[in-house]
């Protein structure tokens, strides 16, 4: 059975900061794509990130949705079964529960940013973001 389990969730400030973290268990963690996704209020769910296998930070291996792009970074940790958002200058309109999701497969170049493209997910954490 896989198992993602978010936390770091909680309320912020505009402009400030807060990491999400996704632990994962039951599945080979290293051979697959991992993605975050969010769901604001009365909104469908919604890409956000996505990482390919590899831990290092190359343009080819990630992938963000331009409302997030230069403000959030998706990053793994292989040996502890972990993906990360890290959230900088946040927004009101980043408030929402947040999601992460293992992919159906991987490889170093694989960037999914469809839902149906991953097949396990989390439960969610609330970011709450004021003005």
């Known amino acids: 059975q896989v198992h993602l389990v978010e936390t770091g969730g909680g309320s912020v400030q505009a402009g400030g900061s807060l990491r999400l973290s996704c632990t994962t268990s039951?599945?080979?963690?290293?051979?697959?794509?991992l993605g975050w996704f969010r769901q604001a209020p009365g909104k469908e769910r919604e890409f956000v990130a996505s990482?390919?296998?590899?831990?290092?930070?190359?343009?080819?291996?990630?992938r963000y949705a331009d409302s997030v792009k230069g403000r959030f970074t998706i990053s793994r940790d292989n040996a502890k079964d972990t993906v990360f958002l890290q959230m900088s200058r946040v927004k009101p309109e980043d408030t929402a529960v947040y999601y992460c999701?293992?992919?159906?497969?991987?490889?170093?170049?694989?960037?999914?940013?469809?839902?149906?493209?991953?097949?396990?997910w989390g439960q969610g954490t609330q970011v709450t973001v004021s003005s």
């Open positions: 039951g599945r080979t963690f290293s051979s697959y794509a």
């Open positions: 999701a293992i992919a159906r497969s991987g490889s170093d170049s694989y960037t999914p940013a469809s839902q149906s493209e991953y097949d396990y």
């Open positions: 990482m390919g296998c590899r831990t290092g930070v190359t343009r080819r291996t990630l």
